[in-house]
């Protein structure tokens, strides 16, 4: 099946600061997202983003489909930010079955 | 719209026990998928429901069973409890957007199931 590698495993960075979050895959994807993990589990979807760029608020992703890899950036960090940031890919149109990285865990300092 | 809902929100069993979960997607929403969540094997896929049959499985024992009803609500057994069935269970319905045929899940808050 196909591998999902994130990096870094942990970020901890003082509030204000800017991130980048990375997502490689080992195979061809139609699908991509990535989402939030809050401390009470609850998994937010952020982007469905299988290639391309999106931007939504201080957040924003772009997905290299050819190289295999997404990034996610968020710009003036806040301390709600913190938490897991999970990418997860499907590789079938009509299979609803998402792999997930071993996430990113973003702690933000005041 | 209401989002995913999941019942109940904690659960705590014995080994030899079985449990059912359940989740209401939300409205509209036709897929219905399972994850299981664990500190050591991360978040991994269950099985997946649309219209009522299973369309995906992941790799788990036959002890992961679900079901889906004819309003889209799901649920999921475990029978025959082991420790290592302590997790989150998350459970995500799916919308795919008309225009791109993006897909986007949205989660539920997850049922938390302890076994002793």
């Known amino acids: 099946g196909i591998q999902v590698e994130q990096s870094p495993p942990d970020l901890i960075l003082q509030e204000g600061a800017n991130s980048t979050l990375r997502c490689n895959f080992s195979d061809s994807v139609n699908n991509l997202q990535w989402f939030h993990q809050n401390p009470w589990g609850q998994l937010i979807n952020l982007f469905y983003?299988?290639?391309g760029t999106k931007q939504n608020g201080r957040l924003s992703a772009t997905t290299v489909a050819t190289e295999r890899y997404s990034l996610l950036y968020i710009s003036s960090s806040q301390t709600t930010d913190s938490g897991v940031y999970f990418c997860a890919v499907g590789s079938n149109f009509g299979n609803e079955k998402l792999t997930f990285g071993t996430g990113t865990r973003l702690t933000i300092i005041p | 719209k209401a989002g995913v809902t999941q019942t109940p929100r904690y659960l705590i069993k014995t080994r030899g026990q079985q449990v059912t979960l359940s989740c209401s997607p939300i409205?509209?929403?036709?897929?219905v998928s399972w994850y299981q969540q664990t500190p050591g094997q991360g978040l991994q896929f269950l099985f997946e429901y649309f219209s009522e049959t299973q369309r995906n499985k992941g790799n788990f024992p036959g002890r992961f069973s679900g079901r889906q009803f004819s309003n889209s609500r799901s649920e999921m057994n475990v029978s025959t409890l082991e420790l290592g069935d302590s997790a989150l269970y998350l459970c995500?319905?799916?919308?795919?957007?008309?225009?791109?045929?993006?897909?986007?899940?949205?989660f539920g808050p997850g049922t938390r199931l302890l076994v002793l």
């Open positions: 983003i299988p290639s």
């Open positions: 995500a319905s799916t919308v795919r957007a008309r225009t791109s045929g993006g897909e986007t899940q949205y």
């Open positions: 409205s509209g929403h036709r897929s």
